[in-house]
C-alpha cells in the first residue's frame, strides 16, 4: 500500500471508527467516493499526490468531525455519540443476562421449594424490574464516567498528521470477549448480591429433601460493598475493551489496574470473615467425601479466593501478551 492509499485509509478508519456497525461500510464507502471526487476536481486529470490527498483531507475536516456529522445522535447527552454505539451493547448484553438469571434463579426456589409456584410471578416481576434497574443503573454510570472524564476512543485523531493506524485483524479485541465478560459480571453480581441461596446442596434428610447454601447468606450479604465493586471493577473493563475495540497500552493499563482493584477487593470480600455455612460443612462430612474433597471445602473461602487470583493473573499475563505482540509487529 503506498503512502497515499494508506493515508486515505487510516483518515476513513479515524472517522467511522465508532460508528454503528450496521452502517459503517456505506460510510466508509462515500467517504471513499467523496475523496475521490473531490481528487479529481483539484487534480484536473494529473496524478494526485500525497501533498493533494492532504489538502483535501484537511478540507473535509478532522476524523473527529466526520464522525459528529454522521453519528445519528447528538453530541449532547449523558451519553456522547462516540460512546452511544457501544453503550448500546453493553447495555443490551447485561439487562438480557440479568433477566436470565433473576428467571432462571426463581425457577430453581420453586425447584427447590423455597417459592411458592403461585409466588413465582410476582416474584418474577419483583426480581427483573429490580435486577434491570441496578443494571441500566450501573451501565450507564460507566459509560458517563468515561464520557465525563475524556477517556476518548483515540487520543491522536484531531489532526491529519496524528491519524491512528488501520488495525490488522489480530490486534481487535472480538466482541464477543467483552460480551461475554460483561454478561458473566453481570451474572455474578445478581447470584451474589440477590440470589446466595441459589449456591446450595439438595440433600436427602430422610422424610423430606433440604436445601443447604453453601453460604452464610447474611454473612455474604453483610459484603454487599466489596462484591459491587469487584463486580464493577471487572464490568469497567469490559466496557473499556468494547470502547478502544483494539488491543493498545492502554487496554493493557485498564487491565492491570482492574486486576488490582479485583485482587484487593476479593481479599477484602473473602478474608478475615467466616462466609461458609457450617451446616453445609457438616453435610458435606456426613456424605463421606473423601479428605482431598474436605480440605477444600474446609478452606473454600481461601480456595475460592486463589482460584480468583490465579485467573485474574492470568487474564492479566493474556492481555499483556497480545499487546506486546501487536507492537512488536508493528515495529
Not at 443494571?135 to 477517556?151: H, I, N
Request: hydrophobic letters at 50%; proline letters at 4%.
Amino acid at each position: 500500500m503506498n503512502r497515499e492509499n494508506d493515508l486515505r485509509e487510516r483518515y476513513i478508519y479515524a472517522a467511522t471508527r465508532g460508528l454503528p456497525r450496521a452502517s459503517r461500510a456505506d460510510i466508509e464507502q462515500e467517504l471513499r467516493t467523496l475523496i475521490d471526487d473531490l481528487l479529481e476536481e483539484r487534480c484536473a486529470g494529473r496524478e494526485p499526490t500525497e501533498k493533494d490527498l492532504r489538502v483535501v483531507l484537511t478540507d473535509l475536516g478532522t476524523p473527529a468531525e466526520i464522525r459528529e456529522k454522521y453519528n445519528p445522535r447528538p453530541a449532547r447527552g449523558l451519553i456522547g455519540p462516540d460512546y452511544y454505539p457501544q453503550y448500546k451493547w453493553a447495555l443490551a448484553v447485561v439487562l438480557g443476562a440479568l433477566a436470565f438469571g433473576v428467571v432462571l434463579a426463581q425457577v430453581l426456589e420453586v425447584l427447590t421449594g423455597e417459592r411458592a409456584l403461585g409466588d413465582l410471578p410476582l416474584g418474577l416481576l419483583g426480581g427483573i424490574a429490580s435486577g434491570l434497574g441496578c443494571g441500566f443503573t450501573a451501565v450507564t454510570l460507566l459509560f458517563a464516567f468515561f464520557e465525563r472524564r475524556g477517556v476518548k476512543l483515540e487520543r491522536a485523531d484531531d489532526t491529519i498528521e496524528n491519524l491512528p493506524p488501520v488495525p490488522q485483524h489480530s490486534e481487535l479485541i472480538p466482541r464477543w470477549e467483552s460480551i461475554a465478560g460483561l454478561a458473566m459480571c453481570a451474572l455474578m453480581l445478581l447470584v451474589f448480591l440477590a440470589f446466595p441461596q441459589v449456591m446450595c446442596a439438595v440433600v436427602d434428610m430422610g422424610a423430606r429433601m433440604q436445601r443447604v447454601t453453601v453460604f452464610d447468606v447474611d454473612a455474604l450479604r453483610a459484603q454487599w460493598l466489596w462484591i459491587a465493586l469487584f463486580g464493577l471493577a471487572g464490568m469497567a473493563r469490559e466496557v473499556f475493551h468494547l470502547v478502544e475495540g483494539r488491543y493498545t497500552m492502554r487496554v493493557l493499563a485498564a487491565d492491570l489496574g482492574c486486576a488490582v482493584v479485583s485482587a484487593l477487593l476479593a481479599c477484602l470480600i473473602f478474608l478475615g470473615k467466616d462466609l461458609m455455612n457450617p451446616t453445609f460443612l457438616r453435610v458435606m462430612e456426613n456424605l463421606g467425601m473423601n479428605d482431598v474433597v474436605m480440605t477444600i471445602f474446609g478452606n473454600f473461602q481461601v480456595f475460592l479466593l486463589g482460584v480468583i487470583l490465579f485467573a485474574l493473573a492470568l487474564d492479566a499475563v493474556d492481555s499483556a501478551v497480545k499487546v506486546l505482540r501487536v507492537y512488536r509487529n508493528r515495529s
